[in-house]
């Protein structure tokens, strides 16, 4: 579970969560607009912006009819074949440089998922930093192999993968060359609902894989990640678009640049309120010390007076007795005259 660097970018405990914006077929294939969701991603404080490098060859056959055609009326690509869909929602090759370039210009990390060899071989023409395993591919073993031999960090999302298809899938990626590795709980459906993404998994497969963990969300809104946090969720990947009114093959489940803002300060927020173990005053609570109860004379009394429920109570400020010692104080005899308003000591009776 040791802590590792993307591009000088610290991934692990201690550090605030990697938040990935996954373009996906948001481009709308318009290489302007990827260039515009690159910018946005780095406005809204993303660490990462991520695409995906197949074509429709490499995905699939360009048959229209059986398991080739998503008849699906609950999909939100219902209506489509495979083929169709990957034709609609593939990033070109030759946008991946530019994509890449304007990445480094303004300071966040372009990567890619791979889905075939051809694609890590052209991916790795272009010096990318880490990969991503999608939640299908997890258990293209021979994929993994191929990914985990250029000995980058890995991301790898766990939709659908049993513990059995999990471990056949961390080994094959580590037997390879892979050092570090990064297992994202994921739900593949889109969108996913909260009640299915069952992030209680994430430190789960953090024990059993002894890897970082994180998510892979494809929930509406940023409620899901920034709870996933508090489970020691190290990585995030949100799809991103600039506008969900402008449609496209993931834009339904996809966050807007003010989303993806308040999801990298909110996160960051949730793991900062981790911390660790802590009991007692902090030291910025020190100063409300003063504000707990106490033991205070409530009316003037003389020497020789008793103690009682009337002359003595249990109020703020905190600079008497802790109100604990109540009955202890109560029928003692007063040493000397005190007036309304004394905190009580030991040095009263």
Not at 154 to 164: K, L
Not at 285 to 313: C, H, M, P, W
Request: aromatic share 8%; proline share 5%; net charge negative.
């Amino acid at each position: 579970m040791k802590n590792f660097t993307i591009t000088g970018r610290n991934i692990g405990y201690g550090h605030p969560p990697f938040i990935i914006a996954e373009m996906s077929g948001n481009h709308n294939q318009s290489l302007e607009r990827a260039l515009q969701i690159v910018e946005a991603a780095a406005k809204a404080g993303a660490h990462a912006l991520k695409i995906q490098t197949y074509t429709a060859d490499t995905m699939t056959l360009d048959l229209s009819s059986g398991e080739f055609f998503i008849a699906d009326p609950k999909s939100l690509w219902q209506g489509k074949s495979l083929y169709q869909l990957y034709q609609e929602a593939y990033t070109p090759w030759e946008w991946h440089k530019p994509i890449f370039e304007r990445c480094r210009e303004l300071g966040i990390i372009g990567f890619s998922t791979p889905f075939d060899d051809s694609s890590v071989e052209f991916l790795e023409t272009l010096d990318v930093p880490c990969y991503k395993i999608a939640s299908f591919e997890n258990v293209d073993i021979p994929l993994i192999r191929k990914v985990g031999s250029t000995g980058k960090p890995i991301i790898m999302s766990t939709g659908m993968a049993t513990v059995a298809e999990l471990d056949e899938a961390v080994t094959a990626a580590r037997e390879a060359g892979c050092r570090d590795l990064v297992l994202l709980k994921c739900t593949s459906s889109y969108p996913a609902t909260p009640e299915n993404t069952h992030i209680a998994t994430i430190p789960h497969m953090r024990e059993l894989f002894a890897c970082q963990t994180g998510l892979s969300d494809h929930t509406f809104g940023v409620g899901v990640a920034v709870a996933s946090v508090a489970l020691g969720a190290t990585v995030i990947e949100k799809h991103f678009t600039l506008a969900r009114a402008d449609g496209g093959v993931d834009s339904a489940f996809s966050l807007e640049p003010d989303e993806m803002k308040a999801l990298v300060e909110e996160t960051e927020r949730a793991w900062q309120a981790l911390g660790k173990v802590s009991y007692g005053p902090t030291e910025s609570e020190r100063k409300s010390l003063v504000f707990r109860r106490s033991l205070y004379v409530t009316q003037d009394i003389k020497a020789g007076e008793i103690f009682t429920r009337e002359n003595v109570r249990a109020i703020r400020p905190g600079l008497g007795l802790p109100p604990k010692h109540l009955d202890t104080v109560l029928g003692k005899i007063a040493k000397a005259d005190m007036k309304r308003g004394t905190p009580l000591s030991w040095m009263a009776f």
